[in-house]
């Protein structure tokens, strides 16, 4: 049902965060371990941050164990910042403009999980989007229509505040319709420099995450490892399940949570709420 | 901006048609003579009725000239009634959902040329789908919204009508926008029987379109031609720019007009009129 | 590691095999539950006789189970005798040229397994293909070189016989380099008439191997099934794994044996024995 | 059939070199002025220097002008030396592995031309690839074969001497199948340091080739241009053809020359002059 790892800290090459670790995202792609589906091969994205504010985004509809251009690229590119995402579709097409992490300016969104009966209540959720948005959308994924409810509810001012009123708002036009369970999943996302990441489901049995320990304790804990003592002591990773069996090193976000990573912001997490919508909702 | 062929008549191998003429479609994809650009090489589809009422379609990203696939297909693949596109991307994506035909049931529809300023107008077209039809939208294309307002319109019970209405449609809806010479094209649309095929755009000035002459007359004016002799008496091909440079075989369909053909189908050409819409045209 | 299906009887649509059971084909390209990895995701092809002596090929690099392409063929392409592939990479590239089954002439030739340590023999391997055959080379897969070899061993002529050589061959280069277990696997091959399947190792541990119980027992099993009513009296399949749970069925080909089927073909499997290369074997 | 562009100097922007200009190299894939072929759409591949000694490599068989994440990358990845390529293909097949550059270690190697006739002796080419090197080969292009002579022959000791040897023999194989005319075209090659450039072919009239005057002179003739300002003093580029029409900027590198661009090493061209083969050339 997809799988996702965000990383802030000083610059890393992609394929420590990629390929490494006895269960790696690209691993992953062909074998995860708590997935919803073991196999995530419908396609894969990697979002980074480098040479400009606009970050990099690279898509492809091949499974990541298979790409080799993701392995050329992985071996090449440092970034203090990025977002890799691996698809195991549900209905809407294998198509780059369907991968995530879906992209609006400096943003980046990405999501494990879904919209339910989306093609049920995708014309009223579309019809919501700020007209001005609108046009920017370039897939069908029911992630990047709900991307556009949050750019329409603030998220470049509030991310926090914009998912929970997003989520609110697909709960909200769900409930008209019918649809039970209208969202499951975990949600990152970034302006390249703080990481937002969610958990929730209406359901409240919602896909994993995970986050680091920060790196000063894994240093005590772990004094003799070296990878510990070479990145950076801000260094974090947000993922959808570990990428290895060390203890202590993975902590689960717990259900209906949510929290932010970057510089000068407030660590500890907050429980999702999702908000009622601001704009009217439609009738069915 | 693309070329396109529609075949009807005793059943032809596709690669007749594909592969066949000194300026053959998958030729064109390379080197159009007549096309706004020579090039066609931002995919392919090809539809065609076989075993079902309902037609195959196979579509890919790849410049026609290319796709082994497309060749193995065309010479095992044969059909009473099939249409092919090639494609010149105009801003949606290239992708296997953006590529013609686009289908509906037993209905195919395809299209060379655009509606102007689409990013600008697209909401609003949108918007006026039925919404029973909405979900069923797959791609990002300009054509597949043109063609699901036909639907909307009709086009099933009045395929003539129902286009003269989108197209009508789409030229109130730019004027509420001043966005001018909103449409631009040829169409073909089939059930499976019969072929509509539409010349027109809002500036009078619309890509070519061309219809063989009748069997008949071509066995005359060419009694010691072996393929006019094997064809079936009834078959026609419509094309965007003839395949060859025999004379008196390609007749240009005039400006601003319409024909059909099919069993028990009146000859003839009609005036292409946009229809005024029946709905709403919502305040830009 | 591959699965593969090869099907002759009646005309049957590709979709009847691909698709159907509650184990089908394509279901095995994402979850196979016999194979050497449960993922078969790294291409796949179809072979079909038609319209020409020469079959048809459609081959892809995507997964099965995410291409649009192959489900619209598989539901209009019926065909006497057809053969299906499914890949999982073992160290050759994905890429079409690379996707079983390989097509000379009026032959096809498809194999799950693999010849071990293959890039050390390979040049070894290449060179007994003879000269004239050499330039149709494709890809890069070791199965192609079998293929080859096969043909070089006359394949044509004698089909079992030419098998048996090239895999003895391979064993007696493998032998000089000192490379262990070289070949396993199942293999199909067919003239579009007959087909002919073998199941062999090395290490005589090889990959499963079923053919279908003849349908007249099988009308006597089941008389109240449809399926078994309206296929042809003839009708075979040969499978790397059971499409489905039905008892009496499938019946596994021995380890170490080969069989043909077709018309005027003696029934029974018989002992597979590599044999003695009639070509001098290179020197390590 | 087909372009490419060489660059060595201060890091840029690999966008750049491959989206500036009135002739960019990525328009020139769709619409080339000097080209045998207009189009050259048949994938394109990028090598370039950067987190290690060993290059990193991007290929895609799509067109150029297509590729939404070249133009990402682009825009992202600085190189001081990087190598691109657009390719026509003639006869090999359109995947990745036929893409140039190819790559041996720290080596790039691309070529604008053909080995005519390349079926009727490829495999004479193949066997005097030194068997160490042989498993090596990715796909099936007369380039790469070319590559591995060329390593075969010393490439990376004398990079001058051993393509004029890969040449040579060539040359020398052809004599032996009577085959005309046996090489054409430019051709590149890095260590990473230094780029060879040669223009050659058996009939002497040979692909055109360029390169860009010296920045001092450009920044004399030009003093204010900007880019001429922020370029390093030691920046080149080479190129099949100009990409835009600033009179001073491209030089002809005329018939049957090499020459040399890196730290330390001798400007001025010198004679291109195949090189007698020092190994046995098979008969044929």
Redesign the interface.
Do not use: C
């Given at each position: 049902m997809c799988r996702w790892l965000a990383y802030s800290g000083a610059p890393l090459?992609l394929e420590e965060a990629l390929y490494g670790g006895t269960n790696s995202l690209v691993a992953q792609s062909?074998?995860s371990r708590l997935g919803a589906e073991?196999?995530n091969?419908?396609g894969f994205g990697v979002g980074?941050y480098?040479?400009?504010a606009t970050p990099?985004?690279?898509?492809?509809?091949?499974?990541a164990w298979?790409d080799?251009?993701l392995h050329?690229?992985a071996?090449?590119?440092?970034s203090p910042l990025f977002f890799t995402h691996i698809r195991a579709?549900i209905g809407s097409?294998?198509?780059?403009?369907n991968c995530h992490p879906f992209r609006h300016e400096n943003w980046l969104f990405m999501h494990n999980g879904y919209i339910n009966e989306f093609?049920?209540i995708?014309?009223d959720l579309?019809?919501a989007v700020d007209?001005s948005l609108?046009?920017e959308?370039?897939?069908?994924a029911d992630t990047e229509v709900l991307f556009f409810l949050a750019l329409t509810f603030g998220l470049q001012d509030d991310p926090a505040a914009a998912v929970q009123e997003a989520v609110g708002f697909v709960e909200a036009v769900a409930a008209r319709h019918e649809v039970p369970h209208p969202f499951q999943g975990t949600i990152a996302t970034t302006d390249g420099e703080s990481i937002w990441a969610f958990r929730y489901s209406s359901e409240r049995n919602s896909r994993s995450l995970f986050v680091t320990t920060d790196i000063p304790t894994l240093r005590k804990l772990y004094p003799e490892r070296e990878l510990f003592g070479e990145v950076s002591e801000n260094a974090r990773m947000i993922v959808s399940e570990p990428l290895g069996d060390v203890a202590g090193v993975w902590n689960e976000v717990p259900e209906s949570t949510w929290g932010v990573v970057g510089p000068g912001r407030e660590q500890g997490l907050r429980p999702f709420r999702p908000k009622e919508p601001s704009i009217s909702v439609p009738v069915a």
């Open positions: 090459l062909l074998k073991p196999t091969g419908d980074w480098g040479a400009r990099g985004i690279y898509r492809s509809t091949e499974p298979n080799q251009n050329e690229l071996g090449q590119i440092s579709a097409a294998v198509q780059q403009t093609a049920t995708k014309r579309i019809l007209p609108y046009p959308i370039q897939g069908t």
